[in-house]
């Protein structure tokens, strides 16, 4: 069988579970909409599996395998195709993304087996694996942005998922807003490239881009805006400074969403576009050096800003954003291949992470509030192992996926041109803060005192098999992962091989104290001295108030951008243009009108001699106009 | 040969009688009769003048007259049944419910 003649199945076979889901679910039981939701999305799996090994036989020369199946847009000189592109990458995207996602429908058949939406929910999640899949197999711009709105909706659609309850339509709405700002920058991006390279056939822009110079530093020409556009969108879909703020509000879905497009997937579309675009990137170290920044700054910020939270998703949707900042510097160090392979573990030990809190959740009966956790080791163990190992290898313990990936970051970015040892400094203490408030989290969950009473509590209990399997797999994943080499295979020319072996060494020992020391403050403060995370508190009052309230960014924003927004469209648009200027237009009118026929309608007496008048005097009037 | 100016005056002395009356009877079936006496006055000049110019169109044109006439007259004698089986009288000054 020839996997690559049915690449086009790989996205549409969830699109027609969607269909069947979202059509017929209301007369389907939940058996069958949970096969016909894990079943599809298991096709494109083995498809996936079986292209990718195909793939792999073929020589380095046929690469990429390119599919065009029809023409999709020809307007003059534009044109575009619908085709997929099939190389190294996004071979490992697909791979990423079937698999997580299959082991995350899994999931949700247990999940979300007592909620009334459940066809719904199934419905939306495959919608998403068929946006999510067209995005990394398209082979050209604006079929990649079909599928970047595509799995922009499905975000929207899964948070506001409980829709009866107002936080979660806000938080949807206020991801889609958000996002639509960095969707423009995409547009825009997109628009350019054509009119420089008359083509949005990713083939031959790269093939175009490679004779084009390379732009210094400082220098902002086509290529350069280009690519902030583009990262201006990527800081929208991937949740980077400045338009991270709606992300940790994406918590409000369903977790087995927070997982697969939260965490794993739909968020880490940024990273895959600007690897996808390298060749782009190469020629612009300006922007590359502004993604590096970024990135950079979001890792920190959005750590620290997860050192002090209580809610069990949001330490984890911080600790996202964070880890995303670390791909993006890896990016903008150049080394694409390694902020792929980091995308890959996060992946694998994220998905585990938010899978093990939803878990916790489920057991706990919707409680989230880590302050009411502790103890569960005993009550849980499954999900407690999985977790424990999700957390070793976030926090970077050698040995784990997540040690690999990100001392590959570190290193990059430590040989890297551009205030390399600053962006250097920066990641470590990010990589201290993140072992931290992971295994705070671990010890505030599983260890200790139970802090629930019972009331609040009935009985804590292990989650059903189809929720453990998954956390299983996962788990097998964040351990054995690091030890692929992804960065090799996909083989981006990087700018490595400035360094000795014992500065590696050395930064590799860095990167372990910096683990290490995140997790002794964590012991430290929350099983030796619990007293003192209190007292530490109480002594910086105005940081940690500042860390509580996450820098107020949500309030400046509401102060700067929504605020003066909504007052502009309440006081001008709606009370002024609206009902003075349209309103008032429109109703002068009918009022003319109604006013003038209610003097006219003297006319209708009934009597048909009366009219017989009117015509009469309108015969003589059209006689007497013609003769004059 | 008589004139066409006779023919004209005689024309117009029949469309006057049905304007006169139109507006000074009361039965709708006068009404519809004093109609008719307009219509054949128009259909007498149609005739008149194209004697008078040798153009047979003039007549062509009387004909559709009177076949718009006969519908016209089958469709208000039946209005006018309906009229009185509903109103009991044929009286239009009593039908005058459709105004303001």
Redesign the interface.
Known sequence: MDFLNWLWLIPLAPLFGAIINGSLGTRLSRTWIGVIGAGTVALSFVLSIGAFVQMLHMPESALPIVHNYFVWIQAGSFHANFGFLLDHLSGLMILIVTGVGFLIHIYSTGYMHDDPGFYRFFAYLNLFMFSMLTLVLANNYLLMFVGWEGVGLCSYLLIGFWFGKKSATDAGKKAFIVNRVGDFGFILATMWIFSTFQSVDFGQVFEAARKLPVEPLGMIGAVTSICLLMFVGATGKSAQIPLYVWLPDAMEGPTPVSALIHAATMVTAGVYMIARSAALFDRAPGALLVVACVGAATAIFAASVGLVQTDIKKVLAYSTVSQLGYMFLACGAGAYAVGVFHLMTHAFFKALLFLGAGSVIHGMGGIQDLRKMGGLRHKMPWTFRTFFVGTLAIAGIPGLAGFFSKDMILASVWSSPNYGRVLWAVGLITAGFTSFYMFRLLILTFFGNARYTHDEVHHVHESPASMLIPLGVLALGSILGGYLNVPGFLGFATAEGGEGASTEHMLMAASIVAALSGLAVAWLLYVSRPELPARLAAGAEAMYSILTHKYYIDEIYDAVIVWPLLQASREFLWKFVDVIVIDGAVNSVGFVIGSSARGL??M??????TY??WI?AGGVFLIAWFLR | MIPLNWYLILAAALFLIG?LG??VKRNIIT?LLSVEIMLNAVNLTFVAFSSQHGIISGQIFVFFVLVVAAAEAAVGLALVIAMFRNRETLN??R??????
């Not at chain 1, 209708?604 to 001699?609: A, D, E, N």
Request: proline fraction near 0%; aromatic fraction near 18%.
């Open positions: 309608r003297h209708q007496s009934g009597f048909v001699r017989a008048a009469l | 304007v139109f507006f009404l239009v000054d039908s005058n419910l459709l105004k303001w």
